[in-house]
């Protein structure tokens, strides 16, 4: 009997029915909803999602889990800088394109950034250099 009860439930789980016993959906036609692990990217591109609606707080969580999966991304450091700078936190800013540029960034923006953030903290001297490294790229 028992040899019996484990070729019923074998077979009803090769046909196919067997499954519905462990994942249930609302609809038997729609796929089962499973969680979807995230990559750098995936994080990056919220984060630059959350920067155009000038969410600069959950852009930065965004862009700290781009980090955290890559810490060589250039481009998340470049943009949580962006992001602290318009959160008003500019020595975080600094610090983060300082890392980007450690990595080898060098894009005319970073600068330009750099100057930014330097002239809001009204260090003029140090704002003018880099704007102007940033004009001669």
């Given amino acids: 009997v028992a040899y019996l009860i484990i070729a019923l439930i074998g077979t009803y789980f090769f046909i196919g029915k067997g499954d519905a016993l462990f994942a249930k959906s609302e609809n038997e036609n729609e796929p089962i909803k499973t969680e979807q692990i995230l990559t750098d990217k995936d994080y990056f591109e919220k984060g630059q999602s959350f920067f155009n609606q000038s969410n600069f707080t959950d852009a930065i969580s965004q862009y700290n889990e781009a980090i955290r999966l890559y810490p060589k991304y ?27 540029e450690e990595l080898g960034y060098t894009k005319s923006i970073l600068y330009s950034n750099y100057g930014i953030a330097y002239y ?4 003029t001297d140090s704002a003018k250099k880099y704007f102007e490294q940033a004009l001669n790229m």
């Fill in 74 to 100: 250039t481009d998340a450091f470049v943009a949580r800088g962006a992001s602290k700078a318009n959160a008003g936190q500019y020595e975080g800013a600094i610090l983060d394109y300082r890392k980007a």
């Fill in 120 to 123: 809001r903290l009204k260090k």
